[in-house]
């Protein structure tokens, strides 16, 4: 009886509920540490925009559709929890295409195939099974906002240093001058790197923040070994 009173007492943002949150940003990043979900950061972050849109996204997802899924954890058949998964996940992706198409279309059709692949995204999956199927909704919230936002940090990173030095623009908008009146920056002689805006150097990019936070991270070094 004490055990389950110290539960209900449990504060909604006790330590144990805010490292839901933490750990996906740090030590268990689902892109760095899992290497999950890498595709969109592969493929979307040539523009820091569609980086912040993409990222948005997935954290709606994961975060509504962990709620959804541990609401109905005691009534969904086993036989049938993948299937049921995949139609929260769906229904879900159906409403932010949707709410894309209405406020930003042409980002949208940019985005469009990759906006349905959340659908598959195995961060998403991965967390409705292994989190959302056996916490209460509150815990799962939580769970599922860590981890999108634990994706998302990654996406923007990536966008940000990839249309920086490919383009030198952020959002679109000139940040080291213009290029063809040669002021800013490229008066000194800088000019874009092209490279940086092609699917290689988006792999290349995720390689180093892999590395850079593998080498702070001793406990990361010896899992690898």
């Known amino acids: 009886m004490a055990d389950t009173k110290t539960k209900e007492k449990e504060p909604l943002f006790s330590k144990k509920n805010l490292g839901l949150v933490k750990d996906p940003l740090a030590d268990n990043n689902p ?11 592969l493929a979307i972050t040539a523009e820091l925009k569609a980086s912040v849109i993409m990222a948005l996204s997935v954290i709606f997802v994961t975060a ?9 954890r005691n009534i969904i058949p086993n036989s049938i929890r993948i ?20 406020f930003v279309p042409d980002l949208a059709k940019k985005l469009s195939v990759f906006i349905g692949l959340i659908i598959t995204n195995c961060i998403i999956m991965g967390r409705f099974e292994a ?4 916490n209460t909704p509150w815990k799962s919230f939580l769970d599922g906002i860590g981890n999108g936002l ?19 623009k952020l959002f679109g908008i000139e940040i080291l001058g213009n290029p063809v009146e040669k002021t800013g920056l490229y008066a000194l002689g800088y000019e874009n790197n092209g490279f940086m805006l092609l699917a290689p150097m988006a792999l290349i990019t995720l390689g180093l923040i892999i590395g850079f936070q ?11 070994h």
């Open 31 to 41: 892109i760095t540490v899992q290497v999950l979900g890498i595709c969109s950061a």
């Open 64 to 72: 509504m559709g962990n709620v959804v899924i541990s609401l109905m």
């Open 83 to 102: 299937i049921t998964q995949l139609v929260v996940a769906a229904a879900l992706v159906i409403l932010v295409d949707l709410t894309l198409k209405a």
């Open 131 to 134: 989190f959302a199927l056996g």
């Open 150 to 168: 634990g994706y998302g940090v990654i996406l923007v990173i990536v966008g940000f240093f990839r249309e920086l030095l490919g383009s030198g």
């Open 214 to 224: 593998r080498s702070r991270n001793k406990s990361l070094i010896e899992e690898t």
